[in-house]
Structures are given as structure tokens and as C-alpha cells.
Nanobody, 123 residues
Framework: VPLQASGGGLVQAGGSLRLSCAASGLPFSSYGMGWFRQAPGKEREFVAAIDWTGGTTFYADSVKGRFTISRDNAKNTVYLQMNSLKPEDTAVYYC?????????????????WGQGTLVTVSS
């Protein structure tokens, strides 16, 4: 299931970026979606997830209040709005889909991964 992430780049601390992830080949509106990130030398970590309706969201404590996950089922796209960025947010960001319909993306429940988009936050 191809997931195409985009929107990464270089931004100064305190700035904002919006990541997008376009999905194809699955009934998008039936799948939970999420974002993970992997910083250099660290393990991949959960960032945010959203259920198939868009009505329920989950966040890692480190991004709560700064990042917002959303989805547009008509466009088969999930977004991650990142505000008040910090240097420690620097990482490759990956989108992911749940492994089955009506699932919630977690570390243990990922069906497909996107290719990753690099976010660099300068101090």
C-alpha cells in the first residue's frame, strides 16, 4: 500500500511545518493512520495517530499541544501540522497505516509505512 509522505524541510526553532501523506490502493477511510519519527542514532518512535473517522486522535507526550494530526478522507491524505518546533523534533518522519480496517496505529499495529520525509529544526 503506497504511502507517499511530503512536506519536510529545514525550519528554525519556533517555526511550523505541515507534513502530508497521500495513500493509494486501500480503502483509506476505513484505516487508522499515524506518524512516527526516527532521529539519528535513535529508535523509531510514535508521534501521533488518528482513527478512520478523524474523530479520535492520540499523541506522544513530547508533541502534545504542538502537533495536530488530521485527515481528509476525500483526498486520501493524512496531515501532521507541527508548530513551535524544537531542535529535538529533528528526525525523519514516517506515515503509517493500521494493519487492518478500523484499527488504530500503534507501535505494534502498522500495516504499511511511507518512505519518510526529513524534518530539520535549527536552533
Amino acid at each position: 500500500v503506497p504511502l507517499q509522505a511530503s512536506g519536510g524541510g529545514l525550519v528554525q526553532a519556533g517555526g511550523s511545518l505541515r507534513l502530508s501523506c497521500a495513500a493509494s490502493g486501500l480503502p483509506f477511510s476505513s484505516y487508522g493512520m499515524g506518524w512516527f519519527r526516527q532521529a539519528p542514532g535513535k529508535e523509531r518512535e510514535f508521534v501521533a495517530a488518528i482513527d478512520w473517522t478523524g474523530g479520535t486522535t492520540f499523541y506522544a507526550d513530547s508533541v502534545k499541544g504542538r502537533f495536530t494530526i488530521s485527515r481528509d478522507n476525500a483526498k486520501n491524505t493524512v496531515y501532521l501540522q507541527m508548530n513551535s518546533l524544537k531542535p529535538e523534533d529533528t528526525a525523519v518522519y514516517y506515515c503509517a497505516s493500521s494493519s487492518a480496517r478500523y484499527g488504530i496505529v500503534t507501535v505494534a499495529n502498522v500495516g504499511s509505512w511511507g518512505q519518510g520525509t526529513l524534518v530539520t529544526v535549527s536552533s
